[in-house]
């Protein structure tokens, strides 16, 4: 595909994309499908809850624990900043966590600079089901009605994204697939 440059682009993405960053309540698939999307696109993916954990030398329940949810948040709008800064020309897919998109400044820095949101969503009763399969450390998953209240406060930020993908009842390469599709239209 040629863009408005005349670069022409791998799988049909325009080269003035240099990155796209998954958003989405907990269960959605961001990790998921970010990287089967960052191998098709031949970008580097990243997990910004790794890079928390990284900089702060704990886990994410660790950093729940010790510093509450108001300390985990500053981490990770810190951690953001930082991706923001070290975006790799090449292209890069990054898997933000369940409430960093609600934060008004981490939506502000992403809308900034112009990049790519994509929210994945499926229906709450999907989502809770497979938090309840995975292993993972989720320090925000209680009840089923605590979940279902904390996505529902979540709507708003997640209505920002520039693009939402649903992914019940799909494959991942099939959703990884229809974001390309989408950015070949933005």
């Not at 660790?62 to 709008?77: D, K, L, P, V, W």
């Not at 900034?112 to 925000?140: K, M, N, S």
Request: aromatic letters at 6%; charged letters at 25%.
């Amino acid at each position: 595909m040629e863009t408005r440059s005349g670069k022409t682009s791998r799988l049909g993405v325009p080269a003035g994309i240099k990155a796209v960053f998954l958003v989405g309540f907990m269960g959605a698939g961001k990790t998921s499908v970010g990287k089967v999307l960052a191998e098709m696109l031949g970008w580097e993916f990243e997990d910004l809850d790794r890079r928390i954990e990284g900089r702060q030398n704990q886990s994410v329940g660790q950093i729940f624990a010790a510093a509450g949810e108001a300390g985990f948040r500053a981490a990770e709008t810190e951690a953001l900043k930082s991706a923001l800064l070290e975006l790799p020309a090449e292209g890069k897919v990054m898997a933000l966590g369940g409430g960093a998109f609600n934060s008004p400044e981490n939506a502000a820095m992403l809308g900034e600079v112009g990049l790519i949101t994509i929210l994945l969503q499926a229906p709450i009763e999907e989502l809770y089901r497979r938090c309840e399969e995975q292993t993972l450390e989720r320090p925000l998953r209680r009840s089923f009605e605590e979940f279902c209240k904390l996505h529902e406060q979540r709507i708003p930020a997640y209505r920002r994204a520039t693009f939402a993908v649903e992914t019940l009842g799909k494959p991942v390469q099939e959703v990884a697939n229809e974001i390309i599709r989408l950015l070949g239209r933005s």
